[in-house]
């Protein structure tokens, strides 16, 4: 478990890193949950609810030991999205989750940072078989989901909303 005091680690993956959240998201991430497509993931949001849900990122890392990368082009720099393992209270327990914006989409890129999240998790936070939840509308997380190996498990409920919840298969043994 990473403590406190200690820095949100990076991973590198051929053409991503995965860094901690950062003031400078601030400006992409408001306008990003300003609009519809932000339901999914807690939003629409305005300026403020935003700032919260950005020092709330932080924040997990400190109380959970582990919490939600920023996804970051390694050449361009660009801020991709987000993905890592959240467990707030309202989850049933540790759940991958991952969220591009919609300029990123379609590059595979989702499936490389959920590949290197869902392994850190499993050698150095000893999370593994993590869960998804996924509205059963989002086709793209589905097909993810399922090319990340995950099965469905059962129908659930986050956060007030009716999902899916996918099991992720064991990283221990191929870690």
């Given at each position: 478990m990473i403590a406190m005091t200690d820095p949100i680690p990076v991973l590198d993956t051929q053409r991503l890193t995965?860094?901690?959240?950062?003031?400078?998201?601030?400006p992409t991430l408001t306008a990003f949950f300003e609009t519809e497509r932000s339901h999914m993931v807690g939003g629409p949001a305005d300026a403020n609810e935003t700032f919260a849900k950005l020092a709330s990122r932080i924040g997990h890392w400190a109380i959970r030991g582990h919490g939600v990368w920023h996804i970051e082009h390694r050449k361009t720099g660009d801020f991709l999205g987000w993905v890592g393992i959240g467990n707030p209270p309202a989850f049933d327990e540790p759940?991958?989750?991952w969220t591009l914006f919609a300029h990123a989409e379609g590059q595979g890129y989702a499936y490389e940072a959920a590949r290197a999240a869902r392994a850190y998790a499993a050698v150095h936070l000893d999370l593994d078989r993590p869960i998804s939840y996924i509205h059963a509308?989002?086709?793209?997380?589905?097909a993810l989901a399922a090319k990340l190996g995950a099965t469905y498990e059962r129908e659930g409920v986050v956060l007030n909303k009716p999902c899916q919840v996918w099991r992720h298969p064991s990283q221990v043994e191929t870690a």
């Open positions: 995965l860094r901690a959240p950062r003031k400078s998201d601030l759940e991958l989750g509308d989002n086709s793209r997380s589905l």
